[in-house]
């Protein structure tokens, strides 16, 4: 069966610090991946989204970035948080064809500080 | 593009009583529709989704749902609310293609004894 790893569940960090929070699936080959963050009453957005290895899709632009470098891994990267950036942030996964049904990790709950 | 719109931000029900969360949605054409739960600091969970064919459809937990195109409307039952059922529940619509989901900003659901 399909499983998703997120790490670490909760970060604590500076401002201006960098950052990298790694997602991985097992179980499953060439999965469309996606970040999401979620803040208080504001629901999910979507960050980032990928087809394959190296394609990565920006849904809004802002200080993060993300990365592809295997089939079953994505990266979130920044290379200095703001204190805006605090939130949970949540990784997904979906085959086929990309509007289907995601199934999500545990996600990381980051505090910027 | 799609949209979801969860009117309920906060709904609070009685352990027994029955349960209907709404959800509208915007797209021009037959939509793929989905209900995810989430409880404190976890992920997603899928209760439900709705691809094609009979619109009432069932999902896990005791969940259900129904498709109304008239009223582009996708909510959410459940005829008998458990204590464990508090949680936040997002809609989710997608196009299939190349658009990842949208998700509505959720609603919270706290159950009182």
């Known amino acids: 069966s399909q499983t998703i790893h997120q790490w670490p569940a909760t970060l604590v960090q500076p401002v201006g610090s960098p950052l990298s929070l790694e997602c991985t699936v097992e179980g499953t080959s060439n999965p469309n991946l996606y970040w999401y963050r979620q803040a208080a009453g504001r629901g999910l957005q979507l960050l980032f989204y990928?087809?394959?290895?190296?394609?990565i899709s920006s849904e809004v632009p802002q200080n993060l970035s993300a990365s592809r470098p295997q089939d079953r891994q994505f990266i979130l990267s920044s290379k200095k948080l703001l204190l805006s950036d605090s939130g949970f942030y949540l990784c997904?996964?979906?085959?086929?064809?990309?509007?289907?049904?995601?199934?999500f990790g545990q996600g990381t709950r980051l505090t910027v500080v | 593009a799609q949209s979801v719109t969860q009117p309920d931000i906060h709904i609070t029900v009685s352990e027994g009583a029955s349960l209907e969360l709404r959800c509208n949605y915007s797209y021009g054409a037959t939509p793929y529709l989905f209900w995810y739960v989430q409880s404190p600091g976890q992920g997603l969970q899928l209760l439900l989704k709705?691809?094609?064919?009979?619109?009432l459809v069932q999902g896990i937990k005791g969940f259900e749902a129904e498709f109304k195109r008239s009223q582009s409307s996708f909510n959410l039952r459940k005829p008998s609310v458990h204590w464990s059922d508090a949680a936040e529940y997002f809609c989710?619509?997608?196009?299939?293609?190349?658009?990842?989901?949208?998700f509505g900003k959720g609603t919270r659901l706290s159950v009182i004894a």
């Open positions: 989710a619509v997608g196009a299939g293609g190349v658009t990842p989901l949208v």
């Open positions: 990928s087809v394959g290895i190296g394609q």
């Open positions: 997904a996964w979906s085959v086929g064809v990309v509007g289907t049904e995601a199934f």
């Open positions: 709705y691809f094609s064919g009979d619109t």
